[in-house]
C-alpha cells in the first residue's frame, strides 16, 4: 500500500537462508521500480514465530514456506490463523521446491492461499499481485 507514502510491505518467510536469500533476489529483480516496496525476508522455524512475525510487519503480501523442517503443520496452522483472525487485505503465496499439485493438495482449504510458487515463478507472483493493486495502492484478493 501506498496510501500516505506507505511503501507496499512484503514478508517472506521460510527456515532456510538461502531460500530467503533467492526469493528476496527475486523480488529485488522483477519488482516494478516505479511502485515503492519494502522487501523482509525473515527466518522462522515454527507456526507461532511466523504468526508474530506476520502481526509485527501487517504486510500486504505474504510468501509463505510451503513446510517448516521443526514443524511440518506450521504453514497451514499459519493459513488458519490468517483466515480465521487476520483483519487486514492480505495476498498469500505458499513456495515449495515440490510439484504445485501436491502443495495444492496440502493447502486445500485455505481460503487465504491464492497462489503457489513453485518453481521459478516468483515473476508471474508479482504479476498477480499488481493485478490486484487497487488505485489507491491497497491490495485486495479476498
Known amino acids: ?18 531460500v530467503l536469500e533467492r526469493l528476496q533476489s527475486r523480488f529485488d529483480v522483477f519488482w516494478p521500480p516505479e511502485i515503492p516496496v519494502k522487501t523482509l525476508a525473515m527466518y522462522c522455524a ?14 500486504d503480501i505474504l510468501v509463505l514456506n510451503h513446510v517448516f523442517r521443526k ?11 490468517i483466515d480465521q483472525k487476520y483483519p487486514a487485505p492480505l495476498i498469500v503465496a ?27 515463478r516468483v515473476r508471474d507472483f508479482i504479476e498477480y499481485c499488481l493485478s490486484k493493486r487497487t488505485a489507491d495502492g491497497i491490495y485486495v484478493d479476498r
Open 71 to 81: 514443524d511440518e503443520g506450521a504453514a497451514r496452522e499459519v493459513t488458519q490463523w
Open 94 to 120: 505458499v513456495h515449495s521446491d515440490e510439484p504445485e499439485d501436491d502443495v495444492r493438495r496440502f493447502f486445500a482449504g485455505a481460503a487465504c492461499v491464492k497462489f503457489f510458487i513453485c518453481g521459478e
Open 1 to 18: 500500500m501506498t496510501m500516505f507514502g506507505r511503501k507496499t510491505r512484503v514478508l517472506i518467510l521460510d527456515d532456510r537462508g538461502p
Open 46 to 59: 515454527w507456526g507461532n514465530e511466523a504468526i508474530e512475525a506476520i502481526k509485527e510487519i501487517q504486510p
